[in-house]
């Protein structure tokens, strides 16, 4: 495989980490607000594509099973593109779905939902592989989940623009504006000019595939960290899916506030994954820190039935609790599925892990709406989800990881 972006022409370290983190942090930041574009503002979205606002759970599922496709995918697509024309790629395809979901169509709508998520799983593998060749292996827990700190940071801005642009020019427009992003970060990205050698003997596609599932199947670290991920990213997406709403159904709150708090929610997430990935790199292991991610989630989870019941302060603190721990494993999980792969094939062991983690995003939202329309209320469903959190971090706090390099 040809060298990739930072691989050329060597500098130091420090130097190299920077670039490679700035441009890693930009395009995930790009990535997860364009994927988690609707939930802010679900009820006026909702409204004008004539649907009930808690299908947008359906969305987001659809949303992400595209993802598992793209994750699925993204080994031969670095293979045979190379890391940084397949980010470029992806923010051509978050541009086209950002205007397709513009129109308020349903049929279009559906297919911009698929463009998206596509492109979003194919977006971590890749910079992933960017940003690893350039890592000490004793600060990857600190600097993947300070990339990773960009996922929730992008909700935060989403959650606070769409609904104050929402009133002035309408959603329509704004989503039109939004898609100039990804647009200008693929002009950046066009700047650089990076050497690709395609490999002369890829494995067919399919053989390849089986041979990175058998991989991460056959270790028992990444078995944990695969079933962490997928039960982990059910309830993280849910909740980020569902705030807004539980605030504005179940505790009366107006959607401008709703969105606002839910941005704080998210900004606490930002905090979770820089604080985890230092006690991560403390403890020299993020098990740990995921097992406590965990049981802490569930107990959190556990109190949401009488979320309306709290004081308002209450209610922002019980969520941005939430928001700490469950939008604050990531980065932590994914430095420990670093640990077992080769420099060269990080990108497709990091792809064929996080197909679960889209897997549990397709399984999470989906189930709680249907769930929600036997329950009636969005903390009595949480607190029955919580029961998934409680498995993944037991599972977590009975593993024993060996140490490796890697």
Not at 168 to 177: D, P
Not at 193 to 209: M, Q, S, W
Request: aromatic residues 8%; hydrophobic residues 55%.
């Amino acid at each position: 495989m040809g060298q990739d972006l930072f691989e050329q022409n060597p500098r130091s370290v420090a130097d190299s980490l920077g670039k490679a983190l700035i441009l890693t942090v930009l395009v995930q930041l790009l990535a997860t607000s364009t994927a988690l574009v609707l939930p802010p503002i679900a009820p006026r979205v909702a409204a004008d594509f004539g649907v009930e606002a808690h299908v947008v759970g359906y969305q987001v599922s659809l949303l992400f099973t595209s993802g598992a496709f793209g994750s699925v995918l993204a080994g031969t697509l670095i293979r045979s593109l190379g890391a940084v024309r397949t980010e470029q790629f992806g923010m051509g395809m978050f541009a086209l779905g950002l205007l397709g979901l513009a129109t308020a169509n349903i049929s279009v709508g559906v297919i911009a939902s698929l463009l998206i998520g596509f492109a979003y799983g194919f977006q971590n593998p890749a910079s992933s592989q960017i940003l690893s060749a350039v890592t000490p292996l004793n600060r990857r827990n600190v600097v993947f989940s300070i990339k990773q700190a960009a996922a929730p940071l992008g909700v935060v801005l989403v959650s606070i623009a769409l609904p104050l642009l929402d009133t002035v020019i309408g959603w329509r427009a704004a989503f039109v504006l939004m898609a100039l992003l990804p647009c200008a970060v693929l002009a950046v990205l066009a700047g650089h000019k990076v050497p690709h050698t395609p490999p002369r003997n890829e494995a067919p596609l399919l053989r390849g595939l089986l041979k990175e599932q058998r991989l991460i199947w056959r270790r028992g670290d990444l078995r944990v960290l695969t079933i962490i991920g997928f039960l982990y990213s059910s309830v993280q997406l849910t909740l980020s899916t569902f705030t807004v709403l539980m605030l504005t159904a179940d505790c009366g709150w107006r959607l401008l506030h709703a969105a606002s708090a839910a941005a704080g929610v998210q900004a606490f997430g930002v905090l979770g994954r820089l604080c985890w990935g230092v006690l991560a790199d403390r403890f020299g292991s993020g098990f740990r820190v995921l097992a406590f991610v965990g049981l802490g989630s569930a107990a959190g989870l556990l109190l949401l039935p009488w979320l309306a019941d709290f004081p308002a302060y209450m209610q922002v603190a019980l969520l941005c609790f939430l928001g700490f721990c469950l939008n604050g494993w990531n980065g932590v999980a994914m430095a420990e599925v670093l640990r077992h792969a080769a420099p060269a094939e990080v990108g497709s062991v990091m792809g064929s892990t996080l197909v679960y983690v889209f897997a549990g995003v397709m399984v999470g939202p989906a189930s709680f709406a249907l769930l929600y329309e036997i329950m009636g209320s969005y903390g009595r469903t949480f607190a029955l989800v919580s029961v998934v959190l409680l498995i993944g971090g037991s599972a977590a706090l009975l593993v024993r990881p060996r140490r490796c390099g890697g």
